[in-house]
């Protein structure tokens, strides 16, 4: 017979990596400094994604429609989406930017964290494109929920709406509007990684994303079982987890997939055991159009950013002493694009030296 001290000891053995094992399962994950989305809160976006739905399956959901739209009517718009939880503090150099456009061609809307008031004043162009808002924190999910919110509701708003460019408030644009717009919908070569989308009768045959996903990148392992270790499947196995930057251009069609979406909605809104692990707006959106439809992204994104020397998550913020025309000039070079559109992150104080050189070095164009 064995001798019970061998089966103790053995079974002690066997239990401490079952233990190890179960921990994160059994243990409630640790107290976060943000609150769940509550269920009223989901339901109050459920029905507003529902409606944009509805609403674009009736006109422009399929892609041929797409085209049709395009070659009947001159006047597709970009929609440009704001993201904040603080003031809109470029919002007069984005004015300049719009003020060369003629209003037909843009829209605007603005999710902006109702647990901060804005103190600056918003020029006319800025007011009333306030979306229903509600609160959002960093490394939670909240924040995939505000630009679902923003998506749906542009989706909703115009059917005119083609591109949809998400920004923050910290975020500058590059380039004139009609530069900006001409690259998303004319120009042949824009997209200097994909020659097939070659342009006829001066029409782009093919409109991508412009999504940032990338399938390697360090501690990717870890920001996929931040949740853990089994919590993304089935539905989402680490061979499908992409990661990207948040800030991306869509097409229609898949701001639609976006909002659309309740399969990787239900993982990604699970609570992370680490908030510094986690960051789930960087991991939704490219895992979500790369698991639906990979050929139609272009896998970059077109906004600029320096992540050198990036602190706490933060990529490197530019102060007012740093703005110069070569900046600009440097912050345009892409290797995936003819150009980057729009650049972050700015400190407050860098609208003064940014409106100085507007009009004769970043409007130009
Ligand atoms: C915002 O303004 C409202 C109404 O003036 C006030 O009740 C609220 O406390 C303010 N919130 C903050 C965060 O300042
Ligand atoms: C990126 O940030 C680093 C500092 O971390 C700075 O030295 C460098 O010049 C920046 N790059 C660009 C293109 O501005
Ligand atoms: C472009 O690619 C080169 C070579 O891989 C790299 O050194 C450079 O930093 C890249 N530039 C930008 C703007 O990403």
Redesign the pocket.
């Known amino acids: 017979m064995f001798s019970s001290p061998f089966v103790l000891t053995f079974s002690l053995l066997l239990s401490l990596p079952i233990l190890f094992f179960l921990a994160p399962r059994i243990l409630p994950p640790k107290p976060h400094s943000f609150p769940p989305i509550s269920p009223s809160d989901e339901l109050d976006d459920i029905n507003l994604f529902n409606r944009a739905i509805s609403h674009s399956s009736n006109s422009h959901s399929n892609p041929s429609k797409f085209f049709h739209l395009s070659s009947k009517n001159p006047s597709l718009k970009i929609a440009f989406l704001f993201l904040t939880n603080t003031d809109l503090h470029f919002s007069p150099l984005w004015d300049l930017f719009f003020s060369s456009s003629p209003s037909h061609l843009f829209n605007i809307y603005i999710h902006s964290d109702p647990s901060f008031n804005l103190t600056l004043p918003l020029s006319p162009l800025f007011r009333n494109k306030f979306i229903s808002s509600k609160p959002t924190f960093r490394s939670s999910p909240t924040l995939i929920s505000a630009t679902r919110r923003l998506l749906a509701s542009a989706l909703l708003d115009d059917p005119s709406n083609a591109y949809f460019a998400l920004l923050s408030q910290h975020c500058i644009p590059l380039h004139s509007f009609k530069y900006t717009y001409n690259s998303l919908f004319l120009s042949p070569t824009f997209d200097s990684e994909n020659p097939e989308s070659s342009s006829r009768f001066g029409l782009r045959l093919k409109y991508k994303s412009f999504v940032e996903i990338l399938s390697h990148a360090p501690k990717l392992w870890r920001r996929y079982s931040s949740r853990g270790r089994y919590a993304m499947m089935p539905e989402i196995p680490f061979e499908d987890f992409r990661v990207g930057s948040q800030f991306f251009t869509l097409t229609r069609r898949h701001a639609l997939v976006v909002v659309k979406d309740r399969t990787l909605w239900r993982k990604f809104k699970i609570p992370c055991y680490r908030d510094d692990e986690c960051y789930p707006e960087e991991h939704y959106f490219p895992t979500l159009l790369s698991m639906a439809d990979p050929d139609g992204c272009t896998k970059y994104t077109l906004t ?1 950013v320096n992540w050198t020397g990036t602190v706490n998550g933060h990529p490197y913020t530019y102060r007012p002493t740093e703005i110069s025309p070569e900046l600009i000039l440097r912050l345009r ?4 694009s003819e150009s ?1 559109l729009f650049a972050r992150k700015f400190t407050p104080d860098c609208l003064e030296p940014l409106m100085r050189i507007a009009k004769s070095v970043i409007f130009r164009d």
Not at 333 to 336: I, L, Q, R, T
């Open positions: 600029s070079k892409s290797n995936h980057y």
